[in-house]
C-alpha cells in the first residue's frame, strides 16, 4: 500500500483559497487513482474529487465543480487539490486516499486503498 500525508488545511475566510498537498510514499504513485474527501461535522465522509493515473482525467463532486481543481505531480508523488472561492460550507476535514480501482470507479470510499490522516479546513464568514 501507499502511505499518504496531507497538508495545507487551515483557516480562511469565505472567498478565500487554500491549497492542500498529499505527499505519498512506498508503492508506486502513479499506479493509483489518487481522490480528495471530506468530511464535515456530523456528517458522513463525502467525495470531493478524483484524478487518473497520469493526471488525463479529473471529476468532481457537483458541489465543488469549477471552484476545485485536482493535480498531481508524479514525479514529486504529491497530489494537489486548490480551492477557490470557499464557503462555510467547505469546511471540513479534507482526507487524500488511493485508489486501485480504474478512474470512474474510484469515487466511493469503499473504493480506496489507503487513507491519510487529514487536514483541517475551516472556513469563516
Known amino acids: 500500500q501507499v502511505q499518504l500525508v496531507e497538508s495545507g488545511g487551515g483557516l480562511v475566510q469565505a472567498g478565500g483559497s487554500l491549497r492542500l498537498s498529499c505527499a505519498a510514499s512506498?508503492?508506486?504513485?502513479?499506479?493509483?487513482?489518487m481522490d480528495w474527501f471530506r468530511q464535515a461535522p456530523g456528517k458522513e465522509r463525502e467525495f470531493v474529487a478524483a484524478?487518473?493515473?497520469?493526471?488525463?482525467?479529473?471529476y468532481y463532486a457537483d458541489s465543488v465543480k469549477s471552484r476545485f481543481t485536482i493535480t498531481r505531480d508524479n514525479v514529486k508523488s504529491t497530489v494537489y487539490l486548490q480551492m477557490n472561492s470557499l464557503k462555510p460550507e467547505d469546511t471540513a476535514v479534507y482526507y487524500c486516499?488511493?485508489?486501485?480501482?480504474?478512474?470512474?470507479?474510484?469515487?466511493?470510499?469503499?473504493?480506496?486503498?489507503?487513507w491519510g490522516k487529514g487536514t483541517l479546513v475551516t472556513v469563516s464568514l
Open positions: 484524478i487518473s493515473w497520469s493526471g488525463g482525467s479529473t
Open positions: 486516499a488511493a485508489s486501485s480501482l480504474p478512474p470512474d470507479k474510484a469515487i466511493g470510499v469503499y473504493a480506496m486503498d489507503s
Open positions: 512506498g508503492r508506486t504513485f502513479s499506479s493509483y487513482v
